[in-house]
């Protein structure tokens, strides 16, 4: 989080993001969703799409941030797991 906030040293506009649902955007493979399952006293569900705390979560949702912000990512976009900086140098071109 550090070297986030530190590359955005000299620019005039910064928007900063929290992406905390954007686990919940990922679809689960077809083929694992049963590995989501659990059992309530109303019947058995299992997640369809990423739920927060699977093991690699973190990982998943960050391989689809630098796929979707890759031509971005160190000149207009910093990305860290959940957290996004938008920057520029200049307010009008934010």
């Known amino acids: ?44 569900f299992y997640y369809t799409v990423m739920p927060f705390g699977l093991k690699n979560a973190g990982a998943t949702y960050q391989r689809a941030m630098m796929a979707v912000f890759h031509d971005m990512m160190g000149r207009e976009v910093e990305d860290y797991v959940d957290n996004l900086v938008v920057k520029s140098k200049h307010r009008g071109s934010h």
């Open 1 to 44: 989080m550090d070297i986030l906030i530190d590359s955005t040293s000299g620019q005039d506009m910064l928007s900063f993001m929290d992406g905390f649902s954007g686990y919940n955007q990922i679809k689960m493979l077809p083929k694992d969703v049963v590995k989501t399952a659990f059992r309530t006293p109303y019947g058995n």
